[in-house]
């Protein structure tokens, strides 16, 4: 039997880079290990719902393309990112609602740009 691990919580696992998720509740801010942390209602693309911690991060992009009052976001549909970054001295998976830092549209890679690549790849790798 496969063993699963389920969570209340959003999970790097839960879903793939780009996926939409759709925002379900006003979310509330708690008192976290540094300082307070948003916590929000979300569905999942597959309509499994979960609870995602918001950085500051996500909370600016949020703020810049909806509102700053946090009910305005409900029924809103974001995407959902991972991306590996240094924390606190170690590599950790940071996931980020609505976009990526620093990244643009020609920083995304999509399933067209795999194959081409796949394509003239040495046979070895393809």
């Not at 606190?88 to 081409?116: H, R």
Request: without cysteine.
């Amino acid at each position: 039997m496969k063993v699963t691990i389920e969570s209340k919580f959003l999970l790097p696992t839960d879903f793939n880079d780009g996926d939409k998720i759709t925002f379900t509740n006003e979310g509330e801010e708690k008192a976290g290990q540094w300082g307070k942390k948003m916590q929000i209602g979300i569905k999942l693309a597959n309509g499994i719902e979960k609870i995602a911690n918001v950085s500051n991060t996500s909370k600016k992009w949020m703020v810049e393309h909806f509102s700053d009052e946090s009910k305005e976001w409900v029924g809103k549909e974001v995407s959902v990112y991972k991306v590996k970054q240094m924390i606190a001295g170690e590599m950790k998976t940071v996931i980020y609602l609505g976009e990526v830092p620093g990244m643009s549209e020609e920083d995304s890679v999509d399933s067209s740009d795999i194959e081409e690549v796949a394509d003239d790849a040495p046979p070895f790798l393809q």
